[in-house]
């Protein structure tokens, strides 16, 4: 997981310096955003596994489940309900 969330976090850095001067702006800005997103969602489920192993090692019972499922929900908040709601209240604001 973690090499699959470095090549796609990566790979807009990568996409841009290829493409560059090409006249393709509007897809590269719409390819770097998916990849990022899909890095994020790869980077939760490594930093949730690892950590469910950590805990389970060293706690020895359901408590880790408990806290890593915290976590989850805690990242999935800032990184994705958070800047989605933030976008929603902007396109809002904008059409007033």
Do not use: Y
Not at 21 to 49: D, I, N, Y
């Amino acid at each position: 997981l973690g090499a699959v969330t470095t090549g796609a976090l990566i790979a807009p850095v990568s996409f841009h310096r290829m493409v560059t001067g090409r006249q393709l702006k509007p897809q590269m800005v719409e390819w770097a955003s998916r990849l990022t997103v899909v890095g994020l969602v790869f980077l939760l489920c490594t930093m949730a596994s690892a950590l469910l192993l950590i805990l389970r090692v060293a706690l020895h019972n359901a408590v880790a489940l408990w806290i890593v499922a915290g976590l989850v929900v805690w990242f999935v908040l800032c990184w994705f309900v958070l800047p989605a709601w933030a976008r929603r209240d902007g396109t809002a604001a904008r059409e007033r």
